[in-house]
């Protein structure tokens, strides 16, 4: 089945060690999303991808980047993780005739 | 500022019965509505969605009901099911681009046997 698929599940690192979050989709969609979501909030965007073109939301801490190698990847890099950074990470797909995002199973992260 | 409300963090709902949950906007652009359910663990699944064009839209047990006048929409789901209990995350966009989506904070629903 097509779908979006994030690993791992679940992630633990340490104050300031770097980590890499991965999402991978089978859609062909052109859009990539990634949204931090923290207990009892409401999932925020951090950033987002049309095909190569990125696009970074004004309040996304620059200790956040992503990449998009290719259609099908897309990663989150959190170079100097603090512990306000545990949360659930989102990855989204959507495609252009579509109008709702596709989530993946979210990774989540803690941070020792 | 919040830009779309879920006042309810949680609702609890005897199975068979109605589940009523309810979400409020205050950005007029916004004229594309959805309802998203989440299960412990894993990512949000699309439930429903709305256009402002019009004011109701069905599927199944499923119903979703927009107030444009009051900026409002609530999900209806009849008969409930012990398998609906899950966090309901009502978003918001004007247009269909995902960026523009705005996410409440969601209601917690536990439907009893």
């Known amino acids: 089945d097509a779908m979006v698929i994030q690993n791992p599940r679940y992630q633990v690192t340490q104050f300031g060690k770097p980590v890499t979050l991965s999402c991978s989709q089978t859609?062909?969609?052109?859009?990539m999303y990634w949204y931090q979501q923290k207990s009892s909030q409401a999932p925020k965007l951090l950033f987002h991808y049309y095909d190569k073109d990125f696009n970074n939301e004004a309040d996304t801490p620059d200790n956040f980047q992503s990449r998009r190698p290719n259609t099908s990847f897309c990663f989150l890099d959190i170079r100097s993780p603090g512990l306000g950074d545990a949360a659930m990470y989102l990855c989204?797909?959507?495609?252009?005739?579509?109008?709702?995002?596709?989530f993946g199973s979210g990774t989540q992260l803690s941070v020792l | 500022d919040q830009q779309v409300k879920q006042n309810s963090p949680s609702l609890s709902v005897q199975e068979g019965r109605i589940s009523i949950l309810n979400c409020d906007y205050t950005?007029?652009?916004?004229?594309?509505f959805l309802w998203y359910k989440k299960y412990p663990a894993e990512g949000p699944t699309f439930l429903i969605s709305?256009?402002?064009?019009?004011d109701k839209n069905e599927d199944g047990r499923f119903t979703v009901f927009l107030n444009k006048s009051a900026k409002h929409l609530s999900l209806h789901i009849v008969p409930s099911q012990p398998g609906d209990s899950a966090v309901y995350f009502c978003a918001a966009s004007a247009g269909n681009y995902g960026q523009n989506f705005v996410f409440g904070p969601g209601t917690r629903l536990s439907v009893l046997p």
């Open positions: 859609l062909n969609h052109n859009v």
């Open positions: 709305i256009s402002s064009i019009k």
């Open positions: 989204a797909t959507q495609g252009d005739s579509n109008e709702k995002l596709f």
């Open positions: 950005n007029s652009m916004f004229d594309y």
